[in-house]
């Protein structure tokens, strides 16, 4: 499939990245391949992409045999997506809107991978969202996703370490997270401040008898306070001073020390 060069074709619908929207458009192609290559075998794989932009990222997964519904709110690059769908018949689907908005479940109807360069205002939303939710094992099979690399960071994080926090705790309790490729700032249109880097999350299993709930509370509150005690940041969940100390838990520690087991543990006290 001969199509033009991604400069060409921001060049030809007047395309320039939206700093309000958290734009910054990718446009190494075989560096777009290699991330399109990351959930694996994508052939005849529904995959849900958000913020597409101009289809650096979308044409990778549709080279890689993918069946891609694409969510953007930008109508600037409709016209760019409607291209590619011609040179794809059948394989692209494009939706205008905001993906913070819509059902991604119901609109995909089957099982579905997830791959995006995501506009960074709501990057960290949107994958809160993916895993957060009582229901599990999710629709979605993967997450291969973009982020500023100090937000992947947090992802992957382990205990005792800076970056560890929430994010760490609810990507890795339920699933396996972990940092893809790391992207140079100078890959993207316009460069951004920072550096990047693609993270890649599967589901595995829940552990029983924990509400997903209820450890979103248990996370919030312990970090919610990070550099005080776990006696001062969850006294005020009902029971979790009791069950720190039934759990042999010393409420003297502070959250970022305590493992993803131990947050799992202390939830299905209080669950």
């Known amino acids: ?73 930008d109508r600037r690059c409709l016209p760019a997506l409607a291209e590619l769908s011609d040179a794809f018949p059948d394989r692209l689907r494009v939706l205008e809107g905001d993906a913070m908005k819509l059902g991604h479940d119901a609109l995909m109807g089957e099982p ?28 979605w099979t993967s997450l291969t996703l973009m982020f500023q690399q100090e937000v992947a960071q947090r992802i992957v994080a382990a205990p005792g370490t800076g970056a560890y926090g929430r994010l760490a705790v609810l990507a890795q309790w339920r699933a396996s997270a972990k940092l893809a490729m790391k992207v140079h700032r100078s890959a993207f249109t316009p460069p951004p401040k920072v550096m990047s880097a693609v993270v890649h999350i599967e589901p595995a299993a829940q552990p029983e008898g924990v509400s997903a709930r209820v450890l979103e509370k248990v996370t919030e509150a312990a970090f919610g306070q990070r550099r005080k005690m776990l006696r001062q940041s969850v006294k005020a969940l009902p029971g979790a001073i009791e069950a720190l100390e039934r759990l042999g838990i010393d409420p003297q520690r502070r959250a970022e020390t305590l493992s993803v087991a131990e947050f799992v543990a202390l939830a299905r006290e209080l669950s």
């Open 1 to 73: 499939m001969n199509l033009p060069p991604l400069r060409e074709v921001i060049a030809a619908h007047g395309l320039s990245a939206s700093k309000a929207l958290g734009q910054n458009f990718l446009l190494d192609e075989q560096l777009l391949d290699r991330i399109a290559r990351i959930p694996g075998d994508l052939q005849d794989r529904a995959v849900l992409e958000i913020g597409p932009g101009p289809g650096g990222l979308t044409r990778a997964l549709l080279r890689a045999g993918a069946r891609v519904t694409a969510i953007e709110m």
């Open 112 to 139: 579905y991978a997830v791959a995006a360069n995501l506009p960074y205002n709501v990057g960290t939303a949107l994958l809160v969202r993916w895993l957060s939710g009582e229901t599990w094992p999710p629709r």
